[in-house]
């Protein structure tokens, strides 16, 4: 682009955003809000087919812009990554951060849903900190009408002094009163005067210590108190960005940097750490966005949700509400087993027959063996083993999944499991991240954005892998059908559904215990308040869950999980093929890792086969089954010449039983691992999610396998 840092004005921050104007008279309009909220749908509806997309210089995070003409001028609309907040925990919320302050917007567009008003805020309220051009898009008013819910826009709009817009996007309601207030604030005929968030008396008496000196140095080019607020919480992405795009550099400023050291040391004289400090600063925003929405939100038939009521009193009960719980899960789970069983066999018979075409043709071409060997064998294999596997069981449990996020029932998921996050010093909202890593641990990753606190989200980053994934129930239901379920004939796939929903408790239980550890050692801190909204239960739409579950995550899990057992399948051919000796490095390192394996009930296959599956846990499995055979490429046998081989190498049911808990307890995949370093922006937090669950892991395996041969059960 050819410009430096110190590159100035908008037409500047512009191209350096890579924002698409033809003219310095063009319009810039950004679009921010919550997953959800039918910013898209806004997006899409504003500006039709004139779209493009891309990435954001520097960062994995999708760019996409449109344009529309309103009255003979040219509205360019930057739609900004979906976000819960701004505190630049991710990169999405840095892109979108930085953009609103740097980007130079002439106005921001925040779509909040109306039937989520009050969670929404949250948002918008941080929004309003930074910048005054700001509108307010209520959208789905078409579907609050439906749940028979009033928001009184003009009143929202005089509580937060911005300009309110209702719309329904989707029909086209309400789309050009927004393009008319739009441009009144870019051409100055409205003038918001956004309310500022009341901060607890500590918290403002912190930002004054600090506001002076920053309002000096930063003029009007951003808000000084929110800028404050943001260097005293540590935020040193914010502290880059400035530096980086105004030409600021605050960590250079001995004056501030004392000031800031000061003010956190008032702060700890009155016992609270910066983790505090968060949290207050969190809650403060919380608590606004509540009241505001208790003053706009109103309901035409206060009744009209009695049953939603009755059924609550049921589903979200102290007897009954942790037992229903467990049981729907478990009904979940028995339908992905025995649903997922032929799908798997079907791909896998297709993946095959394709091989042997594969085969035909590197026969034809004359191919030389060993690019036959790596290519087939080696990525090929492990490629069809990954898809046949994880495929069927995503396909079932995403959806069946989603239907009850769209049904409202996950919301009660995490007001039964509140009361021991907050025990554990977490979230309540952990409940809902850790029930995505049921389907994928990198998903529930993804989803620990919905927590506000920047601690109560690391600590569920960190223990999100603890329940086990849809990657690691083919090895929990091989295992336990293989060596616990295999004598109960009919009543087999419900032993073995059983033994994994056993298996998923103990992953719920682990996951309250380290949430404590962590939140007594490394990142300490008290639970944030958490007001949980129990949305009305509603008639789910199945095709749109469909195709959301298939295409946004289904696809889009198996697609990171493809790229990363790609050259996995390579190095796994070449460590079984590449001999040393009179053995190949496969058994080498088998060979060093067996006396330590055996001391947590496992052998070295076992273990070189757990960490040559770091890039999926889907083929820990096919490893171990070559492992065995001494082959050189990836096999799949049926569960009884499974067994049997298993037998033969030594097996007994502490070693299947210590397997499982390993799997259940062990390092994050690479999938997992790439996603949390995204989220985090951190090695340091990525580097403790892989030590976390695997020390945990090694431990609970070596009390289970030298207590059961110290109890003489072996």
Same mark, same amino acid.
């Given at each position: 682009m050819g410009l430096t840092k110190q590159s100035t004005g908008i037409s500047a921050l512009n191209e350096m955003f890579e924002v698409q104007v033809e003219s310095s008279e063009d319009i810039i309009v950004a679009l921010a809000g919550n997953p959800n909220t039918g910013k898209s749908t806004v997006f899409n509806s504003l500006t039709g087919l004139n779209q493009h997309t891309g990435n954001w210089p520097g960062k994995t995070v999708t760019n996409a812009q449109g344009k529309f003409l309103y009255h003979d001028k040219n509205f360019v609309v930057v739609d900004l990554p979906g976000t819960y907040s701004l505190l630049a925990n991710s990169v999405e919320e840095q892109v979108a951060r930085d953009f609103i302050c740097f980007g130079n917007p002439h106005v921001t567009v925040v779509v909040v849903d109306a039937t989520c008003l009050e969670r929404n805020l949250n948002l918008a309220l941080q929004i309003m900190e930074i910048t005054d051009k700001i509108v307010l898009c209520v959208n789905l008013l078409d579907e609050a009408k439906r749940k028979k819910m009033n928001v009184h826009l003009e009143k929202l709009s005089s509580l937060l002094g911005i300009p309110v817009v209702g719309t329904a996007a989707r029909n086209g309601v309400g789309l050009k009163e927004l393009k008319d207030t739009i441009e009144a604030v870019a051409k100055g005929d409205i003038q918001p005067h956004p309310i500022k968030i009341k901060y607890d008396r500590i918290l403002e008496e912190a930002i004054e210590d600090v506001k002076p000196l920053i309002q000096e140095k930063i003029g009007k080019k951003l808000d000084a108190q929110w800028i404050a607020l943001r260097f005293i919480d540590g935020d040193?992405? *914010?502290? =880059?960005? $400035?530096? /980086? /795009?105004?030409?600021? @550099?605050?960590? &250079?400023? =001995?004056? *501030?940097?004392? &000031? $800031?050291?000061?003010t956190k040391e008032k702060l700890l004289e009155k016992d609270i750490t910066i983790e505090d400090f968060r949290d207050y600063m969190v809650s403060n925003i919380v608590k606004t966005a509540e009241k505001i929405s208790k003053e706009v939100v109103t309901l035409e038939n206060k009744t009209y949700n009695q049953l939603d009521r009755k059924m609550d009193n049921i589903l979200t009960s102290k007897v009954f509400g942790i037992p229903i719980m467990i049981f729907l899960l478990g009904v979940i789970f028995w339908i992905t087993i025995k649903g997922a069983n032929y799908p798997s066999q079907l791909l896998s018979t297709f993946f095959s027959w394709i091989e042997e075409q594969l085969t035909h043709f590197f026969t034809w071409i004359a191919a030389p063996d060993w690019i036959y060997d790596i290519l087939i064998l080696g990525i090929y294999r492990t490629l069809a083993w990954v898809v046949s596997v994880m495929l069927p069981p995503m396909a079932i449990f995403f959806p069946l999944f989603t239907l009850l996020e769209d049904l409202g029932y996950l919301p009660r998921v995490a007001f039964n499991l509140d009361h021991f996050f907050k025990k554990a010093c977490s979230h309540g909202k952990q409940a809902l991240t850790m029930c995505m890593g049921f389907g994928c641990n990198a998903a529930g990753v993804v989803a620990c954005r919905i927590i506000d606190s920047p601690r109560e989200r690391l600590i569920a980053t960190i223990t999100n892998n603890f329940v086990p994934c849809n990657g690691r129930f083919p090895t929990l239901i091989a295992l336990s059908s293989m060596f616990i379920a295999n004598s109960m004939g009919a009543f087999s796939s419900i032993v073995a559904t059983l033994t994994v929903l056993a298996a998923i408790v103990l992953g719920v239980m682990i996951t309250l215990i380290v949430s404590k550890l962590l939140s007594k050692t490394i990142l300490k801190g008290l639970p944030s308040s958490f007001t949980l909204e129990l949305p009305p239960y509603r008639k789910p739409q199945v095709g749109r869950i469909i195709v959301n579950s298939i295409f946004d995550r289904t696809l889009f899990v198996l697609g990171r999980a493809v790229a990363v057992a790609a050259p996995a399948g390579l190095? $796994?051919?070449?460590? +079984?093929?590449?001999?040393? #000796? @009179?053995?190949? $490095? *496969?058994?080498?390192? +088998? #060979?060093?890792l067996d006396p330590f394996a055996r001391l947590i009930g496992l052998d070295g296959y076992i273990l070189m086969a757990f960490i040559l599956g770091l890039p999926a846990n889907e083929i820990v499995i096919p490893i171990l089954i070559m492992s065995y055979l001494a082959q050189g490429s990836m096999l799949e046998l049926g569960e009884g010449a499974m067994r049997a081989l298993f037998i033969e190498n030594g097996w007994t049911w502490l070693t299947a039983v210590c397997m499982m808990l390993f799997s259940l307890n062990h390092w994050p995949c690479a999938t997992t691992l790439w996603t949390i370093r995204k989220e985090t922006q951190s090695v340091k937090w990525t580097l403790i999610s892989f030590l976390v669950p695997t020390i945990i892991g090694v431990l609970i395996c070596f009390i289970v396998a030298q207590g059961a041969k110290i109890l003489g059960f072996v």
């Open positions: 040193q992405t *914010l502290m =880059d960005s $400035i530096n /980086y /795009y105004l030409n600021l @550099d605050f960590s &250079k400023n =001995d004056i *501030l940097q004392r &000031k $800031i050291k000061n190095i $796994i051919w070449m460590m +079984a093929n590449i001999t040393i #000796g @009179d053995s190949t $490095i *496969l058994s080498h390192c +088998a #060979g060093f």
